[in-house]
């Protein structure tokens, strides 16, 4: 079997095409586009030009799928933009509509678990915690003995970061401390308590970004999955310390499609490890796409 799985997040929409072999189901080929949904959300409501935004997105894919001609299902889902737009109904009924496609609405606690999930596919995550930052919700998992015990998200994103704290076109150190000092607050608000934990597992797309900045930086090697904590928030600080055009330099070298929301994403990611006291950030290839594959087509426990 051939299953196309298309997430679409908050800032990007993936298309991501999987083939079960025996017990296991591995990767063909991956598609992305930058839709940056919840930049069209406008009080509460996604507005008609990000639901054109969004049906043109799919409308590609649906074409990739279709000429491919092997694919036996495509399974379409949705995370905190179009989970939290006002007028949900509406987006999902004109997907429907006009492109034949019933898009699955995730919770922000399936979300997390489907991470973790997909995370264990590629990498050993036994205790400790987990987080998917997105566009516009971070996931947080705790995990113990190879089991969640708790999994929360919080309202803040790399682009809804972006969106609601930069007044420019880098994040400052100002405004690094007013998404510390919210975070604290989210976690508290969701009874997420500081706890020692060793690890810190990192999935999605700002996780892999802030990764690749961190091997450019320390001239490490490319398939380096790992980060010092320590070393990656004093690299976060003198990047912000740079002048505008110096930081538009490194990025553009490293993940040119991620100009302005990587550095929210990494303090995003920094404050997370910072606050449960972890010392090395580990970075899965495999999260919630996998994790949804195993889950919800092929039957695995969640």
């Not at 905190?80 to 429907?96: C, F, K, P, S, Y």
């Not at 110096?246 to 070298?253: G, H, M, Q, S």
Request: negative net charge; charged residues 25%; glycine residues 6%.
């Amino acid at each position: 079997m051939i299953y196309a799985v298309i997430d679409i997040g908050s800032n990007t929409c993936r298309l991501s095409v999987y083939k079960k072999m025996e017990d296991r189901v591995i990767n063909l080929f991956n598609e992305k586009e930058q839709a940056s949904l919840k930049s069209f959300v406008e009080n509460g409501v996604l507005s008609e030009k990000g639901i054109i935004r969004l049906i043109e997105t799919l409308r590609r894919f649906k074409l990739v799928v279709d000429n491919f001609g092997d694919i036996d299902e495509l399974h379409p889902f949705a995370t905190a933009t179009i989970r939290d737009a006002a007028n949900r109904t509406e987006i999902l009924q004109r997907v429907h509509d006009e492109l034949g496609l019933d898009i699955e609405i995730l919770s922000g606690e399936e979300e997390a678990k489907l991470a973790f999930i997909g995370a264990s596919s590629s990498i050993e995550v036994s205790r400790g915690v987990l987080t998917d930052i997105g566009g516009g919700s971070s996931e947080i998992v705790i995990i113990e003995q190879n089991k969640v015990i708790k999994s929360s998200s919080l309202p803040i994103g790399s682009l809804s970061a972006f969106n609601e704290y930069v007044d420019g076109l880098f994040l400052t150190t100002t405004e690094k401390k007013n998404i510390d000092k919210d975070m604290k607050e989210m976690f508290e608000a969701n009874k997420l308590y500081r706890e020692n934990h060793d690890l810190l597992c990192a999935v999605g797309g700002s996780a892999r970004a802030s990764l690749k900045v961190y091997n450019e930086y320390y001239e490490l090697a490319p398939y380096n999955t790992t980060m010092d904590k320590v070393k990656f928030n004093a690299m976060l600080r003198e990047v912000i310390e740079r002048q505008p055009r110096e930081i538009l330099n490194a990025i553009l070298a490293v993940k040119p499609d991620r100009v302005h929301t990587l550095l929210p994403g990494m303090a995003i990611l920094n404050r997370i490890a910072k606050y449960f006291y972890c010392e090395t950030i580990s970075v899965s290839q495999t999260g919630v796409r996998e994790g949804y594959v195993y889950t919800k087509l092929l039957g695995g426990d969640i």
